[in-house]
């Protein structure tokens, strides 16, 4: 079943809220118009059931290599674009592999489309008063590194490279949450900060990585892998590191491997190998994958090379997803799939890291890293634990 439907012209545009991946200059000037939702359970194909609502709806991805151009683009009442939002699920199944532990977050669909024309500027004000319960972990210490060394014996058995396991935690929160999503879309390096809110539900994104962009005719991809508290020392540790240097590099090449799948798609290069840049306080390092645009290329055929990331996946791909549906005891919801925006000029998806989902009763978070041969169990689980907490102090002001 596709649910599409059209916001009525009372629908209150949140007042701190961008969408994430929004163009700069449009900023405080979008009003929803129309949405499409899907959830796993609708069945048919989410790609080309989102594709077509888009095309239905004035945006051009049925080849996103030929980008429709507006005369007067930032006109009132113009199309500006569409925020997009594909679950981790969602990406899985893309991928044809298995959809993991049933999402703790059951209301937000695993497919969003919103679609936003352009509106007066307005100014933005505080939301109300808010406070977060305690959280509730999914599983232990104990049992997030149990899992840990279990990815190891199958990495020894040669079932898999590299998995990168997640965990997840809630907590019950009372008041307006509007002000603490905004923090959250805030955070230093939150290259696809902003909030998506449904009926019942909102998603902020602080997300750093982007997972697929396709601009001025190339094909990009910036994978993260590796993270260390952001010092002097945090930095030489993780330039030094031939652990986490072997980390990245093997989902480069899966991310490499990706982009090559891709029809209409030229030679695909590395322009930059293990640059270290700071997300809040941590630095992370990155990398530059891209090929240049040579044919057609359609949305569909794009979600489903890329989705879901490698860097929250593992080598080879399907067979981590296998892992990850074994061991993660609660579902990836919201985080570790796909957020942005596709435009009538381009499309830039972010990799919902760092991610988190309200919903009428509770706020959600999840965490997690790559484990590889040489992974540590106890220092992965302290790992996750360092990346949840800017997200937790953001939501607790």
């Known amino acids: ?13 949140p007042p701190v809220w961008s969408p994430p991946g929004a163009p700069a200059r449009c900023r405080g000037r979008h009003r929803p ?4 939702a899907w959830f796993l359970a609708d069945g048919g194909d989410p790609a080309e059931l989102l594709t077509g609502f888009l095309i239905d709806n004035g945006l051009p991805v049925r080849d996103v290599h030929m980008p429709a151009r ?18 981790a699920a969602a990406g899985a199944v893309l991928a044809g592999g298995p959809a993991g ?43 997030h590194a149990a899992a840990v060394a279990g990815v190891r014996e199958a990495i020894a058995r040669g079932d898999v490279y590299q998995v990168n396991l997640v965990g997840h935690a809630s907590a019950p929160y009372t008041g307006d949450p509007a002000a603490a999503l905004a923090r959250v879309a805030a955070l230093p390096g939150a290259r696809y900060g902003g909030v998506l809110a449904g009926d019942g539900w909102a998603i902020a994104c602080a997300s ?22 952001a010092t002097e020392a945090g930095r030489r540790e993780l330039l030094d590191s031939a ?62 090379a890329v989705c879901p990331g490698g860097s929250v996946t593992g080598a080879p791909k399907l067979a981590a997803l296998g892992q990850i549906a074994g061991w993660e005891p609660v579902g990836r919801g919201v985080s570790m799939g796909a957020l942005g925006w596709v435009g009538p000029d381009h ?7 760092r991610t988190v989902a309200v919903d009428g009763a509770r706020v959600h978070a999840w965490a997690g890293g790559g484990i590889t041969w040489g992974s540590d169990p106890v220092a992965e689980v302290d790992e996750a634990a360092a990346k949840a907490a800017p997200i937790r102090a953001a939501l607790a002001g």
């Open 1 to 13: 079943m596709v649910r599409e439907s059209e916001f009525p012209d009372h629908f209150p545009t």
């Open 33 to 36: 118009s129309h949405s499409f």
């Open 70 to 87: 507006s005369a007067h683009p930032d006109a009132t009442g113009t199309l500006c674009g569409a925020a997009v939002y594909v679950s």
């Open 101 to 143: 532990a049933p999402t703790p977050v059951p209301g937000i669909p695993d497919v969003v489309a919103v679609l936003y024309t352009h509106g007066r500027p307005e100014t933005p004000t505080a939301g109300g008063a808010f406070s977060v319960g305690a959280w509730v972990e999914s599983w232990s210490r104990t049992q």
């Open 208 to 229: 750093p990585e982007t997972l697929v962009q396709v601009r001025d005719g190339r094909v990009i991809t910036r994978p993260i892998k590796g993270t260390r508290p």
């Open 243 to 304: 652990k986490e240097r072997a980390e990245h590099v093997m989902i480069v090449d899966l991310e490499r491997n990706d982009l090559a799948r891709l029809p209409g798609v030229g030679p695909v290069r590395v322009d930059e190998l293990f640059a270290v840049r700071r997300w809040c306080g941590l630095w992370q390092a990155e990398s530059v994958v891209s090929a240049p645009l040579t044919g057609g290329l359609a949305l569909p055929e794009l979600l489903r």
């Open 347 to 353: 499309v830039d998806l972010g990799l919902s890291i």
